[in-house]
T-cell receptor, first 114, second 112 residues
């Protein structure tokens, strides 16, 4: 069974710092990996999707990398801002028929101090 | 497109009552997922549909839970009878194979 782990569970940093959130998964036979953001009391907002054949994806100040062989992904946030405060979730879809649902990590709760 | 729309946003019900959660997915997205989120267990996949057909319901916790997708624009998740341990936020998501999944705002269910 696929398991997704996110480290750290919580992180608090001053505004302006660059930071890295980590995600690891136990089954490297993934179809793709997706990073989400969740604000308190809200739904999930998709940030980046990395296909299994890709190494990284970038969107603005966000960069996500994927290393399938080691079962790891990182989300890099440059020049953090208070508005980046949220919970960040990593999720994977397995390759193969039938396993189309996302398996989520428990998230990293991020606080950016003004 | 308004995205995935869920209703109600909040539901408070008494133990033993039937609860029905509703979802309107994004047009043209042939996958629909139901997830449950709790503090203890995080986000768990309950069931998903492809082209309105249930593909995997192994995440449905008990027979008290059932889901239907009568057409491409509507799905329901029903709990009968509800119990306090069913209290959680329930999310509906839509997507296409290999592309991003888009989530609704969720229904916060409280069973007292």
């Amino acid at each position: 069974k696929q398991e997704v782990t996110q480290i750290p569970a919580a992180l608090s940093v001053p505004e302006g710092e660059n930071l890295v959130l980590n995600c690891s998964f136990t089954d490297s036979a993934i179809y793709n990996l997706q990073w989400f953001r969740q604000d308190p009391g809200k739904g999930l907002t998709s940030l980046l999707l990395i296909q299994s054949s890709q190494r990284e994806q970038t969107s603005g100040r966000l960069n996500a990398s994927l290393d399938k062989s080691s079962g790891r992904s990182t989300l890099y946030i440059a020049a953090s801002q208070p508005g980046d405060s949220a919970t960040y979730l990593c999720a994977v879809i397995l390759s193969g028929g039938g396993a189309d649902g996302l398996t989520f990590g428990k998230g990293t709760h991020l606080i950016i101090q003004p | 497109d308004a995205g995935v729309i869920q209703s109600p946003r909040h539901e408070v019900t008494e133990m033993g009552q039937e609860v029905t959660l509703r979802c309107k997915p994004i047009s043209g997205h042939d996958y629909l997922f139901w997830y449950r989120q709790t503090m203890m267990r995080g986000l768990e996949l309950l069931i998903y549909f492809n082209n309105n057909v249930p593909i995997d319901d192994s995440g449905m916790p008990e027979d008290r839970f059932s889901a239907k997708m009568p057409n491409a624009s509507f799905s329901t998740l029903k709990i009968q009878p509800s119990e306090p341990r069913d209290s959680a936020v329930y999310f509906c998501a839509a997507g296409r194979r290999g592309t991003e999944a888009f989530f609704g705002q969720g229904t916060r269910l409280t069973v007292v």
